[in-house]
């Protein structure tokens, strides 16, 4: 398990409402990353509890677990075993027996000291809603909090958010995971899981994505639907619901060039030279000359890897080579050579093996970078993406053709 994925692991842990799932055992943190459990105690996130009282039997092949018991031998040795149906009793290294859970209020105050609020965190609501202090971010300041459960039925309720914050203007919510839930007036949410890492010195925050945020839900109180644009390292998207932020991945910036230009068809390398800046690539031409017999490929077709007027020669004198019976080394050298060419150049059945072109590598890759952003805005936004899968079309030529009239505010 990679750091992130275990900090996003824990993230999730601490925002499921599953009794339980915040405690973690020595088997579960022992594959973790040498140093990570060490920085995450020390940074807060972890405490040592109380330890287990029943183990996951390592005797035997049945996924069986056993209580945990103790005897004294020597006299002044307390000693762990288990008992196993199948391997009678098995010693337990007492070590296995030691547990963390999941301190939010920890990582408050570690979220506190990084975005460098003056003062102490403070839990409003019983571990669900904690005030880290004030921040500065960007030019403004703003009071920032801790929420956990922004999405549970009874987050409304539970945090009175709207209440709470009615006071301070422009707050910022940092969430353990990322939430489709908008925001409450005047409030911005920075998910944690997308915001917060984990690195040799402890936790860091990603502070241009937060400001990117701040920056992007501001113009969203203001009002601007129908949006896809880069705002320094992110896209900010907004179609008919609150506005999100990407990363800055190319298939959007594809799906940007195709909204730019609504009803109309893009081949793929002219959408490629509008995308990446560069003049558009034609295809290679074989031009052969008369004498030679080869025909002339037009930009559609895809090259074999030999030809067939080369793939007959060479047929020809492995025949040859075949009638021989005494095959000099050189010749030898030769027969195997021009075997491994017609293999290379012959699939199953003899069929010969294609070479893409430009425009047909082209295809795959645009239609692959646009369905892997359609993928990722459907994670903010199901009806947007919904609404591209529906209006745009990949192929040698791409277009975005809506069934219903929208004016994009788009940049490249
Ligand atoms: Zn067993």
């Known amino acids: 398990m990679t750091v992130p994925d275990l900090l996003l692991d824990l993230l999730r842990r601490a925002e499921a409402d599953l009794p339980g799932v915040e405690i973690l055992t020595a088997d579960e943190v022992s594959p973790w990353p040498a140093g990570a459990l060490e920085a995450l105690v020390q940074n807060g996130f972890l405490s040592p509890t109380t330890p287990g009282t029943s183990v996951l039997c390592d005797a035997c092949l049945e996924d069986h677990w056993q209580d945990v018991e103790f005897v004294e031998s020597p006299p002044g040795t307390r000693r762990a075993y288990i008992v196993c149906p199948e391997a009678g009793r098995v010693a337990v290294d007492t070590a296995r027996l030691r547990r963390w859970r999941v301190n939010l209020t920890g990582l408050a105050h570690a979220l506190g000291q990084l975005l460098n609020c003056t003062e102490a965190p403070q839990e409003l609501v019983a571990s669900r809603l904690w005030r880290l202090g004030r921040t500065k971010l960007g030019s403004e300041s703003r009071d920032a ?59 860091s925050l990603d502070l241009p994505y937060i400001e990117a945020v701040l920056m992007s839900q501001a113009d969203h109180s203001l009002g601007e639907p129908y949006t ?49 800046g560069q003049p558009p690539r034609t295809p290679l031409q074989r031009v052969a000359l008369p004498e030679t017999g080869l025909r002339v490929k037009g930009p559609q077709e895809e090259d074999d890897l030999l030809d067939d007027e080369a793939r007959g020669k060479y047929r020809g004198r492995l025949a040859e080579l075949a009638r021989k019976k005494n095959l000099s080394a050189g010749e030898l050298e030769e027969k195997r050579w021009l075997e491994s060419e017609l293999r290379a150049a012959t699939g199953l ?64």
């Open 145 to 203: 909090f801790l929420v956990r459960g922004f999405t549970w039925p009874n987050a409304a309720e539970a945090l009175r958010l709207e209440q709470r914050l009615r006071r301070s203007e422009s707050s910022l919510l940092l969430t353990l995971v990322e939430s489709v839930v908008d925001p409450p007036p005047g409030t911005s949410i920075v998910p944690l899981s997308r915001a917060l890492s984990l690195a040799d010195s402890g936790f």
């Open 349 to 412: 059945g003899g069929r010969p093996r294609k070479v893409a072109s430009d425009e047909e590598k082209a295809r795959v890759n645009i239609t692959n970078l646009v369905r892997s952003a359609i993928g990722k805005i459907s994670q903010h936004d199901a009806a947007l993406a919904i609404f591209l899968g529906n209006s745009i079309k990949t192929g040698l030529r791409c277009s975005y053709i809506p069934d219903k009239p929208i004016t994009w505010i788009v940049s490249p």
């Open 228 to 276: 896809f644009r880069k705002q320094g390292e992110y896209w900010a998207i907004r179609y008919e619901g609150p506005q999100f932020n990407l990363p800055n991945l190319k298939g959007l910036r594809y799906i940007a060039c195709l909204l730019a230009s609504p009803g109309r068809e893009l081949g793929v390398l002219e959408l490629v030279s509008r995308v990446e």
